[in-house]
Structure formats: structure tokens, C-alpha cells
């Protein structure tokens, strides 16, 4: 009967460690699947505040995009008045340019209609030296006479007043005006023999064209 009894106990004891071992091990599992469930409950957290965060962003940047397409009244004035005064600067701008050429326009045609009426004078200063003789030329009043006619010239030239070379070249019909023709071996073709009444430009443009003689 001991032995007995001894057996039952060892087999009771055996019976109770196997269900404790079987309890720690569900025991065991349920925390692992508890522990996994918390992680996945974790991760799907995260990513729904994610696409949250997406959907948030993606809302303000709509936001900024659409404050961007719809400007202030106020910038749109802003920038009807300063397109305005850059128009008005570019006008004023243009036209003083353009006032600027019709004064210079006018300066020079007012200059030129001067100097056409002082070469007549100069043309009987010429005729007037010109018909001096050669014992009267040492005297006073000659040499003042001349001394006058030179520097009526050189004032002239200041001016940018030049007589036109004409006697030796060649015709050109921009500078001379041909009022005889003749036929001379000692010249060549279409050169200026001859000079009757000298010509002046003013600056680049013709005052008075020469008067002069034509060969061949």
C-alpha cells in the first residue's frame, strides 16, 4: 500500500508540473500575441497619422497655391502705378531726345542761313583784293582790308564754315555746279578748269555750291 501511494503522489506531482508548463507556455503565447498586436496597432497608428499628415500638407499647399493665384488689389494697383510711370519716364525720354535733334535742326539751319548771307560779303572782300594793285598792296589800307577778310575767314572756320576744293578734281555734281563746258588737252576727263564763284559748306552740308568751268 506505501509503494502504492508513493506511486499515485509521484504521478499527481508529474501531472501538476506538465499542466503548470502547459499554462506558462499559453501564458507565454499570449503575450507574444499581445505584444504583436500592440506593435501592429503601432505601425498602423503611424501610418494613418501619415497619410494625415499628407492630407494635411496637401491641403495647405492647395491653400498657398491658391492664395498665390489670387493677388492683393492693392499689389495689382501697385503695379498699374509703376507701369505707368515707366511709361510716362520712357515718353518724357523719347521726347527730350526728339527736342534735343529739333534744336540741333533748327541751330543749324538758322547757322546756315547766317553764313548765306556773309558770303557775299566775303565774295567782295575777294573782288575787292583782287582788283588791288600791286604798288597799292604794301599800303595801310589794303593790309587792313586783307587782315579783315582773313579773319573773317578763320572766324568761319571756328564756326565749321569751309570752302569747297574745286579747281583740279573731279566734277561731282554734289559740290559743283557747271555753268561752262570746254575742251582742253590739258586736263583730263570731267575735271574743273576754272572757278567762278567759290563754294562753302557748313559742317557736312552744303551752303553754296562752287561755280565753276568743266573740261572734256
Known amino acids: 500500500m506505501a509503494e502504492q501511494d508513493v506511486k499515485n503522489q509521484e504521478e499527481t506531482m508529474g501531472a501538476e508540473e506538465i499542466a503548470e508548463e502547459t499554462m506558462d507556455a499559453r ?3 499570449t503575450v507574444a500575441e499581445g505584444a504583436k498586436e500592440s506593435v501592429d496597432a503601432a505601425e498602423t497608428e503611424g501610418v494613418e497619422e501619415k497619410e494625415e499628415d499628407a492630407a494635411e500638407s496637401s491641403k495647405e499647399g492647395k491653400g498657398l497655391f ?3 493665384e489670387k493677388k492683393d488689389k492693392r499689389d495689382e494697383q501697385i503695379a498699374e502705378l509703376n507701369d505707368k510711370v515707366l511709361r510716362q519716364m520712357a515718353e518724357f525720354e523719347n521726347f527730350r531726345k526728339r527736342t ?3 534744336k540741333a535742326a533748327m541751330f543749324e539751319i538758322g547757322a546756315k542761313s547766317i553764313v548765306e548771307k556773309l558770303l557775299p560779303v566775303i565774295d567782295n572782300f575777294e573782288c575787292g583784293l583782287a582788283a588791288v594793285s600791286e604798288e597799292e598792296k604794301n599800303s595801310g589800307f589794303a593790309q587792313g582790308v586783307e587782315m579783315i577778310y582773313k579773319q573773317l ?5 571756328e564756326a565749321g564754315v569751309t570752302p569747297i576744293e574745286a579747281v583740279g578734281k573731279e566734277f561731282n555734281p554734289d559740290f559743283h555746279n557747271a555753268v561752262m563746258h570746254i575742251e582742253d588737252e590739258n586736263f583730263g576727263e570731267n575735271i574743273v578748269a576754272e572757278e567762278f564763284q567759290k563754294g562753302y559748306m ?3 552740308s552744303v551752303v553754296r555750291h562752287s561755280m565753276v568751268k568743266v573740261a572734256n
Open 27 to 29: 501564458a507565454e503565447e
Open 66 to 68: 491658391k492664395k498665390k
Open 100 to 102: 534735343e535733334k529739333e
Open 153 to 157: 575767314l578763320n572766324e568761319l572756320a
Open 202 to 204: 557748313y559742317k557736312d
